[in-house]
């Protein structure tokens, strides 16, 4: 029987491999061949101890157990490469069980040959001087399935360890091309603005050069200003609210001299003196929807009126225009409003709310940011 001098050795033993830091342990069982050569020779040392205490014979004890030993590794490498590798993770459990029943059965054979070829001899064939704990096949199953257990919980840490930096790597790799991904899908929608942003501007202004306009120097003075804006500033990731503020009034001021007096024009802007960093181009498109979409079509008095106020962490802007009297019912949405709504979920994730109401005479869009 286990006295507990016996089991203060062994819970010593398991306390201290507890109180290791998790990092060193990760980093001694990672290191193969130290785990290996550390573990096996600790327990073959607290085996040799613990087994000769019984009859304080630690010599044949020590000589009894360097020929035990190598077949209690061998079980359990075999417990551990083979059973629960390829039948437990697989869940093969009736395989399992049968192949450690015959484990067991071939273990308790070798054990008493053992016992029988080696230490009978060392005793000179007198059955009495024997170390009676040898005799006890309990007593050595039990040292054989605690130092097989206690391999295999070390081998499962490792295998955790391993499965949580794959994974981790794997998630690392995939947020890494998300991010790529969404930066090329950013980019794409910036370079979208920038054609389609020229194209109705310089449709404008052909309208202007058939009509020769007087205004028409100057129009070409604020394209001047809306193309320095698109070509440097639209390339930075983010840009002052002024600047964004001051793009869309040179753009009024462009449709204004285009438009004459065909619509009644109502501006608010509040929160352009704050230090507030946006994207480029956000804005821009609700405005350019408003004139292509709501002032340009109809030939009667139109409105638009646009507004914006800063609030603690939250900037508004809002867009309000007449729809012409012979349009359909909902208004048709641009590719500048598709792209802005891509955008905001890409740079602007739960940090946004866009609102829009279409009703049969007018067009409202709103739009909040958490900034």
């Known amino acids: 029987m286990m006295c507990l001098s016996d089991l203060d050795v062994i819970s010593k033993f398991i306390l201290n491999i507890r109180s290791m830091n998790k990092s060193t342990l990760y980093l001694f069982l990672n290191s193969k061949i130290t785990f290996e050569a550390t573990y096996w020779g600790s327990m073959l040392i607290i085996s040799c101890l613990f087994l000769g205490h019984f009859h304080q014979d630690y010599f044949n004890t020590f000589l009894f157990c360097l020929v035990w030993f190598p077949f209690t590794i061998g079980f359990t490498y075999y417990l ?25 059965i071939v273990s308790s054979f070798v054990q008493i040959t053992l016992i029988v070829g080696v230490f009978i001899v060392l005793a000179d064939l007198d059955y009495n001087k024997m170390n009676p704990i040898i005799n006890d096949l309990s007593m050595l199953w039990f040292v054989q399935l605690f130092t097989s257990i206690l391999y295999s919980s070390f081998q499962q840490i490792k295998e955790e360890q391993k499965k949580r930096e794959t994974i981790h790597q794997l998630e690392k790799e995939k947020l890494q091309i998300e991010l790529q991904l969404k930066e090329l899908e950013l980019n794409t929608l910036k370079d979208q603005i920038h054609p389609h942003f020229l194209f109705n501007t310089l449709n404008n202004i052909y309208g ?14 604020q394209l001047s200003g809306l193309l320095d804006y698109l070509v440097y500033q639209s390339k ?30 109502y501006i608010d802007l509040q929160g352009g003196d704050q230090d507030i ?21 109809t030939n009667d008095s139109a409105y638009l009126k646009i507004s914006s106020n800063y609030s603690v962490d939250t900037f508004t802007f809002r867009v309000e225009n007449s729809k012409p009297k012979n349009k359909s019912p909902k208004l048709h949405e641009g590719t500048g409003l598709i792209n802005l709504k891509k955008r905001l979920e890409i740079c602007y994730p ?3 709310q866009l609102k829009i109401n279409d009703t049969l005479d007018s067009y409202y869009i709103q739009l909040k940011i958490n900034l």
Request: aromatic content about 16%.
């Open 350 to 352: 739960a940090h946004h």
């Open 277 to 297: 960093q946006i994207i480029p181009f956000l804005l821009f498109p609700m405005i350019e929807n408003a004139f292509k979409h709501g002032i340009k079509p």
């Open 236 to 265: 930075e990731e983010n840009v002052a609210l002024a600047d964004e503020i001051k793009v869309l009034q040179q753009y009024i001021s462009l449709e204004q001299l285009r438009f004459d007096d065909r619509f009644a024009l």
């Open 80 to 104: 551990n490469n083979v059973l629960i590798k390829k039948y437990l993770y697989s869940k093969k459990y009736f395989r399992f069980f049968l192949y450690l029943l015959y484990a067991f």
């Open 208 to 221: 202007l050069a058939i009509e020769k306009s007087d205004d028409l120097p100057h129009i070409l003075l």
